[in-house]
C-alpha cells in the first residue's frame, strides 16, 4: 500500500512540474458548462490552512478508481496547502464511512475524508445500514466526483448470458463493507436472488483480487462498481484476450426499472461502451454518481481550503485519473438540496466562484 501511494504522490509531482511552478489562472465551468477565468482567485493569492490539521482521505481497494483519485487529491493537498494530507487503502465506501464516524478527532485536528458511493452514504447517514444504526455517519459532501458503472464482469466461456445466470455459478460480489456490495446485494435483491442460496460460491472480493480470480477460473463472474475505465478490468481484458476475452453482463429494462422504483434516487440508466474495454458491443448497466464526503464538524476554513485548491488544480487530477473528467463546477453540486447536506465550507467556495447562487 505504502509504495503504491508513493506512486501516486510522484504522479503528482511530475504533473506539478510539467505544469510549472506558477499555475496558470484556473477556470470555472458556468452553469451552462461554458469555460471562462476565475478572476476571483487569480486576484489574491490563496491563503494556506494551518498545518496542525491532518486530513486522511479513505479510498478503496488497489486497482479501483477511488485509490488513485484518493491519493491524487492527496498529493495536491501536500503540494498547494500547509495541509498534511495522506490517502489509505480501503474496503471502500462503508468501511471509509466508519473511519470518518469512528476515528476522526476534532480535538486532535484530524479529519477523514473519503470517496464513497451514494448508496452507502444515505444508508449510512440515515442509519438504515445495521452498522449506524445506533451512530449514524456524521458526513457532509464537499462535491460530487463522476458517476460510477455498475460492472457484472464473466469470461466468454462460462455461458452467463444476462443477470439471471448468475443463478447456480460462482460470483463475487465485492470486498466486504464496500459501496460495490452494497449495489451488487440491492440488485440481487430486485432480481429475486440470494446469494447464499442461489450461488454454487458466494466470494466477497475487491476489484483487483476478483479480478484474479475470474482469471484464475476460480469464480464465474464478479461485481464492481467503478468509473470508466477500472484498470484491473482493462488489465484482465488484455491477459483474458487469447482466451475469448471478456463479456460484460447487460442490466435488462425491467431490472433497471424495478431497481429506480423499489431505491429511488440512487441510480439511473447508463451504457459502457464497447471501446472501454475492447467488448463486442455497448452494455447497458446502472450508474452511480461518488460523492467525495468529510466529517460534518470539520472547520468551514479547512473544508473551504480543500474544494478550492481541487477545483483551482482540476487539470492535475484530469490528467491523472480518466473518470475525473466528469468533477467539475457544472457536476459538484448535484446532491445539493439532497438529503445529506453539503458542507458549509464547500459552499462557501461554490457561491465564490458563482456555481452555486
Known sequence: MIIGVV????IVAILVATIGQNVAPPTTQTRTGSTQTAQTQTSQ????????????IATGGTGG????YGGVVAGMLKNFTNIDATSIQTAASIDNLLLIRDKSDPTKGIYYCATVL??????AYTGQDSR??????????????????????????TGIKTVYDLKGKRVSTGAPGSGTEVEALLLLQVLGIDPAKDFSKWERLGAAESANALKDGAIDAYFWSGGLPTSSIVELAAAL???????LVEIPDDAINAFTQKFPGLATKGVIPKNVYGTDKDVQTLTFWNMFVCHKDMPDELAY?????????LDILQKSVAAAKDTTLKNALL??????????????????????K
Open 7 to 10: 506512486v501516486v504522490l510522484a
Open 132 to 157: 449506524f444504526k445506533d451512530r449514524r455517519a456524521p458526513i457532509a459532501i464537499m462535491w460530487a466526483m463522476y458517476p460510477n458503472y455498475l460492472h457484472i464482469v464473466t469470461r466468454s466461456d
Open 305 to 313: 481550503q480543500i474544494t478550492k485548491t481541487v477545483f483551482e488544480h
Open 241 to 247: 484476450k487469447q482466451r475469448g476475452g471478456i463479456v
Open 118 to 123: 451514494p448508496d452507502s452514504a444515505y444508508l
Open 335 to 356: 446532491y445539493y438540496g439532497g438529503t445529506i447536506p453539503y458542507h458549509p465550507g464547500a459552499l462557501r467556495y461554490y457561491k465564490e466562484v458563482g456555481a452555486l
Open 45 to 56: 493569492p490563496q491563503q494556506k490552512a494551518p498545518a496542525s490539521y491532518s486530513v486522511i
Open 65 to 68: 478508481v477511488y485509490y488513485y
